[in-house]
């Protein structure tokens, strides 16, 4: 599971440092990682666009943090804070390549690194692929002056238009989109299709 915005590509790491953190909740645990939740990825350029180190993932991995996950509890992990450690899959300076226990802080990283931006990927969630009984939420993401409210989508018969009846819902949900239009028209709740 990956859920990523990319608008901030071009945005400095300095300019962003100091404020960023995200509120995650362990829904189900792992059976093999109990202590897991989802984490917070952060796409970097480490010496700006154009150069040696062009590909950078940051990563807030609340396991190796030192606040110990709290299954069905919302936390907040602060990737601000000093004893934050972070990790990457990238060796650039100041990092070592899948080191999450020696992980630096973001502003080791930015110091090491003065000229990095975010990415066009940008930054958000990350469950991992080693985590297949994991269930998270995750609310609240901040970076820099943005915080973003992580709520599940409403949809309304506006959704159906221009062809949205086949693209924002599961395929075979509707049929055309009269049938989409109708049920939203009705009351958006009973679909005869489940």
Known sequence: MQMLTGQD???RLADVKG?????????TADSSTPNQVAALNLFIDPDGPGSAYTYAPLILEPVYQPQAVVAGTWQKWDGSAVTAKWWSTQAFPGMTAFDP????NIDQISAANPEAVIRP?????????????????????????????????????????SGGWATNFPVDTFTNQG?????YASDGKTHPKG
């Open 121 to 161: 990927e940008g930054y958000g969630f990350n469950q991992g692929s080693g985590n297949a009984g994991l269930m998270s939420a995750v609310d609240g993401l901040t970076i820099g002056t943005k915080t973003f409210d992580v709520d599940p989508r409403v949809f309304t018969a506006t959704d159906c238009k």
């Open 179 to 183: 049938d989409c239009v109708s049920f």
């Open 101 to 104: 226990n020696a992980g630096p």
């Open 9 to 11: 590509a071009g945005v």
């Open 19 to 27: 404020n960023i953190s995200y509120w995650a909740k362990q829904v």
